[in-house]
Structures are given as structure tokens and as C-alpha cells.
């Protein structure tokens, strides 16, 4: 069903409605009409990394690290995989009666706000610091939920809308302020990809202000979305935001107030309780009925095009085996392989199975399901974690011997301050009696994430430094000093310094939050059955570096992401080893009607297979409205055999070669020089990997 016959089905049914009702359909729990058919409906779902707090679901890597696959084309399945497995948990709820939260169609994701500042706890939630790469991996995720049927399979939603990045403990009163610039360059891109490419069904609002309006009831950026972009989906609020209009933000004095403003703006869809206000609102004459019905109108024509109002569809008959089945958690299992990330191998890695007998595993996170999941996570009916994975890779191999070594980050368990250390001489045993170590360190959802959605220790969500807890740096120094081959496997959302364990510690593989069964991805890794392939999609700055960069409550981007960072990262955007010896040789590109082609020949002169990922990057010389570095322009996932040769041809948006002026325009400025490799043309890149990008001009 196209949108102009959900729109006529739409209009008819809400023209039949009282101002009641259809009010009362703009409320996320939105009630049933007895007498027009219409069924409840609850619109509030999650399928950030799969289908999320709606019991068993097959569970992919963390956003950040589906972000560091590089690979579109995986992001589309497991898009496909969560809307399957969403429209399988709603047939048999549906079958039940069952139309509470966590049950409906519209899935509130993905996130494709910038992770401009590594220090905001929900940045995990992101596809990165870049533009582009986020706006690549946000389009493919939403055409994977959303599918190419007739039938809507599922409607995704952008969020947040717009310029959000933290503080978290101030988003319900924060004002961001950004320039023309800095909102088309960074902030907006993504969002438009999503609303003209992806066609995404649904854009969520922001809790803060931007630019001194709140993002709920933004008249700026409404136009920017309707007007500019031509958004035809629906518009919901963030989970009580609206009322954060009086509370926080102060710019109404109350919620009848509140709800007026944010509908008059063009906010469909509140989620939370403000628009129990709206027939009071319209009563009053702050709100004109057809305002209302006309959000009315649109909420109904997605549920049309989503094929949930009576009649049958495609879907009807996906059945509840789906979820969790071979399929789906083989494409789990390869998005935690693509997206862990080897940040460092001084020879250690893949592990030698033949000089091992007994291997040490050791950390708070070696056996723990917490830093397997993530936030905004489902449930798997089986976790994977890397303990156990090496176990069950070694089992009969190698004597794997193990010990948490510490807590996360506590010091003082149950107020016995004896505590602190005490596993502490039974992981330096272990690593004692162990011919290698690996060390399993980092963080979990209790340490970073959302503002009130975990039990964090700073009363918000994001980090004040880059270190990990003090407890954890203690156990890395006494294992390390124990002189055994140790790999440090980081587990975390966000940018960490090691410090002088990362210095010392012969690899470093960076494993994000991999999922349920991640374990056995990082498993395989480690032991050589693939070879690590992800590229970071996050600069990784050093902890004294914070100090030199902006406050975290400014937005402007200066000084900001590898774009503008000055600074030398402890790794940059996009690195990522492998164990093969992967690089670009030549590049030369060829001018089309669209942008670019590059004709990338590529070579592995290392001994193992590997996948890896080229990256072309753009500069405008002689452009004063250039960022200062180059920036991401396109990037293309490949398999390059040992001893082997590939020639692969990428192609550039013109769109993309092209810069911001202060005003926020685009434009052709300055000779644009393109830069292929496996990572970005910098020194630093070039230092960590031996190969340098090649430069085409």
C-alpha cells in the first residue's frame, strides 16, 4: 500500500472520529475505538542492535560496533533479521491479545546522532563521529526494517532530532548551539539521508533546545524536515520531553501550555503524557481541531502502511520459530567478527595453539554477560562470553585457566573496604601458571550509557575520563608485570586509554559490546579462525588529550572528531589491523555524471586471508570552508586472499566532494584530492600501520 492509499484510508477513518478520539490517539499508548475498529496500540519499540525489551530476540553487537563492520550490506540484513523477528513477536502477541509496550511495529531506531565528544555515555548507541559513515549505516539499517514490500514490515525512526550528543545530566534544560555550518556539515547530514534516501517512516525529537528552541517543538528544524526535505512520515517526541518544556526548559508554564506548542510545531506523536492535555488545549484555543487531525491523520496512515488495521499481509504468517534461528545468529556471530577491532599485535595474535598448554583468562568482563550486551538490549536465551568462548574453542587443546582478577570498578563491596583487591593474588597465580594471558577489561552499561537508565556512579551517564577504573588499572599493571604474552580484549561503547598497560601488552583487540554470543566471535578471533577486520569509527584520543579539547557542552565542532582534532590520537578514525599485510598500491580516478569512480588495486602480503576495508577520503585545497582534515567520502568492505591482489572500483558522490560555507550552503570549492588506504591519510595512521594512503589528484 503506497502512502497516498494509507492517506485516504487514513482521513476517512479520523474524519469519523470525535476530537476525543483522535486525540487520544496521539498518546504513545493509544486506546482502541470500539466503534470505528480500531484496535490499541502501543508505538513505543526498540530494535537498536535487534528487537530490544520484548523478551527473546536475537542480539547483534552494539550500534558502535555494527558501525565498525564498515559494511552496508550486513547492516541491511540485520535490519531485515530485527523486522523479522519484530513482526513475529507481534503476530503472537497479537494472537494473544497482547498490545502492550515493547509489542508494535515502529521501532524507535536507529540512533544517528554525532559521537562528537568521547566522553557521552550514550554514544555507544551511535554509528560514530563521521557524517557520512553515520549516514551510510543509518540508511542501511532503516531499509532492512523497514523492507521493500508493498507492506511496510516495520517503520524505523531517526532519532534524536536534532544536535544531540550530551551531557546527558543536562539534556531536559540544555540549549545546544551550533552555526549554519556546523548543523549542515555534522549535525543534520545524516538525518537528511535517512528522510530523502531511506525513506525513513518516523523522526524522533530531542530532549534539549537547539539554538534556543526546544527539538520537540522546533519551528527551524521542522521546516528543515517538511519543507526542505520533504518528510511525509510522522513525528514523535522523546519520552516526556514535551513536559520538559515547563520543567526544564521554561518556556511555557505549563503542560496545556507544553502540548500546544509542541503540536502547533508539528510534533504527531507525544510520548509521555502532555498530550492528555490537547482537548483542554484546543478548548482554550491554543490548538485548532484540524491540527489535531491532521497528526491523527498521519499516525493512521503508518499504521495503514504498515498493513496492522484489518487487512491481511505478507507478514501475517511469519511464525515465532524465527526468532533466535540459525540464520539470524549466524549474521550476529559475523557482525561481532566484522566489527571487533585489533588495535594492536606485536606477534602475539592469532594464538599459537602449538606452544600453548594452558592459557589465562582473566578480567571482570572475561566472564561477564554485561559487557556482552550493551544498552537498549533484548534478551538471548544464551550468552556467549569470551570465557566460555575460549573454552569451548580450546576444549581438549589448551587448559584454560581463569579468574575475574577484580570488580568492575568498585573498591568497596558492601561496605568492606577489604575487599579491594581481593581476587587480586588469584589472577596473578593464574597468569603465573599460564604460558599466555588474556586480559578481559572495560566497561558495561553500568558505567556508560543513558541518563537514568543505569545505576551508574556519577548520577549520569557519561564518563569523566578515558581511564579505566582504578581497580582494573591495578589489575593490568600486576598481571602484566607477571612477564607473560598478554592480549588486552577491551570491552566498551566508547574511546578508552589503556595507558601504560596498552604500551605493554603485546595486542590489543577491541571487542565493543559483540552481543549475546560474542564471546565465540572473540573466540575465533583470538585463535586465528578469521581475522579481525573492523576499523574504528571513533577517534581514540589520550586521556590528557581531553584537557586541550573543547567544553562538553560546546557543539561547535572545532577542535572536534578526527575532522578537526589537531592533536595526535593514541588511534584514529577508521585504523583497524589485520593479520594479513594489507594496502593500497594505486588508485586513479575517473570522472562520471554523479561524482567519481576510483580504481583501487589493493594487495595482502601477509600470509593469512583477511577481509579489510578500503576507505577514500576527500580534501578541498585552497577552501577556507574545508574541515582540517580530510574527511570520509566513501568505503568499501573486500577480501584480499594471503599473496594476493584485488582491483575494486568505489564510487564518490559528487554530493560528498563538496563543502559548507558559513551560511550553511553548499558548494564546489578549491581542487579536490583524494586520498585510498586502509585507514586515513595521516601520520599517525601511516605510523601504526606501515602503509601510507595514496594520494590522487
Excluded at 9 to 32: C, D, I, Y
Excluded at 216 to 225: D, E, I, P, R
Excluded at 232 to 245: L, M, N, P, T
Excluded at 250 to 271: K, P, Q, R
Aim: overall charge negative.
Amino acid at each position: 500500500m503506497n502512502r497516498e492509499q494509507a492517506r485516504t484510508l487514513a482521513e476517512h477513518l479520523v474524519g469519523q472520529m470525535t476530537l476525543e478520539e483522535a486525540a487520544g490517539q496521539l498518546s504513545f499508548r493509544a486506546p482502541a475505538i470500539e466503534r470505528l475498529g480500531v484496535p490499541a496500540y502501543d508505538w513505543w519499540n526498540e530494535a537498536l542492535h535487534g528487537v530490544a525489551r520484548a523478551g527473546m530476540a536475537t542480539m547483534f553487537p552494539q550500534a558502535i560496533g555494527m558501525a565498525a563492520t564498515f559494511d552496508t550490506d550486513l547492516i541491511r540484513r540485520l535490519g531485515d533479521v530485527a523486522s523479522t523477528e519484530g513482526r513475529a513477536k507481534y503476530n503472537a502477541a497479537s494472537a494473544h491479545g497482547d498490545t502492550d509496550i515493547y509489542k508494535g511495529l515502529t521501532f524507535w531506531s536507529p540512533n544517528i546522532n554525532i559521537f562528537r565528544d568521547p566522553r557521552w555515555g550514550r554514544g555507544q548507541e551511535t554509528f560514530g563521529e563521521d557524517p557520512f559513515l553515520t549516514g551510510e549505516m543509518g540508511a542501511a539499517y532503516v531499509r532492512g526494517l523497514q523492507g521493500d514490500g508493498p507492506v511496510m514490515k516495520a517503520a524505523a525512526c531517526a532519532k534524536h532530532f536534532a544536535v544531540h550528543s550530551g551531557p546527558e545530566d543536562l539534556r531536559h534544560e540544555f540549549n545546544a548551539e551550533a552555526t549554519p555550518r556546523d548543523m549542515a556539515e555534522t549535525y543534520l547530514p545524516a538525518f537528511k539521508k535517512l528522510v530523502t534516501e531511506a525513506r525513513v517512516e518516523s523522526v524522533m525529537g530531542a530532549y534539549n533546545r537547539t539554538n534556543g528552541e526546544p527539538c520537540c517543538a522546533s519551528k527551524a528544524l521542522m521546516k528543515t524536515l517538511r519543507d526542505d526535505w520533504g518528510f511525509e512520515g510522522h513525528f514523535v517526541s522523546d519520552c516526556w520531553a514535551i513536559r520538559d518544556f515547563h520543567e526544564g526548559h521554561h518556556v511555557t508554564e505549563n503542560a496545556v501550555e507544553s502540548a500546544a506548542m509542541a503540536i502547533n510545531a508539528g510534533c504527531d506523536l507525544n510520548c509521555g503524557c502532555s498530550y492528555e492535555k490537547l482537548v483542554t488545549a484546543v478548548k482554550s484555543g491554543l490548538v485548532d481541531e484540524e491540527t489535531v487531525r491532521a497528526s491523527a491523520v498521519r499516525l493512521f496512515t503508518t499504521r495503514y502502511m504498515l498493513g496492522i488495521m484489518g487487512e491481511p499481509t505478507e507478514y501475517d504468517t511469519i511464525p515465532y520459530t524465527v526468532v533466535e534461528c540459525p540464520e539470524h545468529l549466524n549474521e550476529a556471530e559475523r557482525a561481532a567478527r566484522e566489527g571487533c577491532v585489533l588495535l594492536k599485535n606485536d606477534g602475539m595474535l592469532p594464538l599459537n595453539l602449538e606452544r600453548i598448554r594452558t592459557l589465562g583468562v582473566i578480567g571482570p568482563n572475561a566472564d561477564s554477560i554485561s559487557s556482552l550486551i550493551g544498552n537498549y538490549h533484548g534478551t538471548s536465551s544464551r550468552y556467549i562470553t569470551v570465557q566460555t568462548g575460549l573454552q569451548d574453542a580450546l576444549a581438549d587443546k589448551v587448559r584454560v585457566l581463569c579468574s575475574v582478577g577484580c570488580h568492575l570498578y568498585k573498591d568497596r563491596v558492601d561496605g568492606l573496604s577489604a575487599c579491594r583487591d581481593d581476587r587480586l593474588a588469584e589472577a596473578l597465580t593464574v597468569a603465573e601458571s599460564s604460558d599466555a594471558v588474556i586480559l578481559v577489561v572495560g566497561l558495561d552499561e553500568t558505567l556508560e550509557g543513558e541518563q537514568g537508565d543505569t545505576s551508574n556512579p556519577y548520577g549520569s551517564a557519561d564518563k569523566r575520563q578515558l581511564y579505566l577504573p582504578e581497580s582494573q588499572q591495578r589489575l593490568m599493571d600486576a598481571v602484566l608485570a607477571v612477564g607473560k604474552p598478554t592480549t588486552i580484549v577491551l570491552l566498551a561503547g566508547s574511546a578508552i586509554d589503556l595507558g601504560a598497560a596498552g604500551e605493554k601488552a603485546d595486542a590489543v583487540l577491541l571487542g565493543w559490546y559483540p552481543g549475546a554470543r560474542g564471546g565465540k566471535a572473540i573466540a575465533e578471533l583470538l585463535t586465528g579462525r578469521v581475522s579481525p577486520s573492523g576499523k574504528l569509527p571513533v577517534t581514540f584520543y589520550r586521556n590528557e588529550q581531553l584537557a586541550d579539547m573543547p567544553d562538553f557542552t560546546d557543539y561547535a565542532m572545532n577542535g572536534r572528531t578526527y575532522r578537526y582534532f589537531d592533536g595526535k590520537p593514541l588511534y584514529p578514525f577508521g585504523f583497524g589491523l589485520t593479520y594479513g599485510d594489507t594496502f593500497v598500491s594505486k588508485a586513479e580516478k575517473e570522472v562520471t555524471g554523479d561524482g567519481i569512480v576510483v580504481n583501487v588495486t589493493a594487495h595482502n602480503q601477509g600470509d593469512l586471508d583477511t577481509e579489510d576495508v578500503i576507505e577514500i577520503y576527500a580534501q578541498n585545497e585552497g577552501s577556507r570552508f574545508a574541515p582540517a582534515h580530510p574527511r570520509l567520502c566513501a568505503f568499501r568492505r573486500v577480501y584480499i586472499p594471503a599473496h594476493g591482489e584485488i582491483m575494486v572500483t568505489i564510487p564518490v558522490n559528487a554530493e560528498n566532494l563538496m563543502v559548507v560555507t558559513d551560511d550553511g550552503s553548499l558548494i564546489n570549492d578549491g581542487t579536490i584530492v583524494l586520498y585510498a588506504g586502509m585507514g586515513q591519510p595521516d601520520e599517525r595512521t601511516a605510523e601504526l600501520t606501515g602503509h601510507p594512503a595514496v594520494e590522487i589528484r
